[in-house]
């Protein structure tokens, strides 16, 4: 991956635009924020942050209290 701002963001970017027009994944709401187009997406990707930051299942336990 690049460390270069300008690069980053442009990946950024594009993957956002494929997000919100080729792919549906995400829908603009109101103020520039954005909400995924299915709860199932916001699920698994919030499972796998959870996953990614601890290293027990109490800890994961914990979080999700």
């Given at each position: 991956?690049?460390?270069?701002?300008?690069?980053?963001?442009?990946?950024?970017?594009?993957?956002?635009?494929?997000?919100?027009?080729?792919?549906?994944v995400l829908v603009?709401?109101?103020?520039?924020?954005?909400?995924?187009?299915?709860?199932?997406?916001?699920?698994?990707?919030?499972?796998?942050?959870?996953?990614?930051?601890?290293?027990?299942?109490?800890?994961?336990?914990?979080?999700?209290?």
């Amino acid at each position: 991956y690049s460390s270069d701002k300008f690069q980053c963001r442009r990946m950024a970017k594009t993957l956002l635009d494929a997000f919100l027009q080729q792919d549906g994944v995400l829908v603009t709401v109101p103020i520039g924020n954005f909400k995924f187009y299915h709860q199932t997406f916001q699920e698994y990707f919030a499972g796998a942050f959870i996953k990614a930051s601890v290293s027990s299942t109490e800890q994961a336990v914990a979080k999700l209290e």
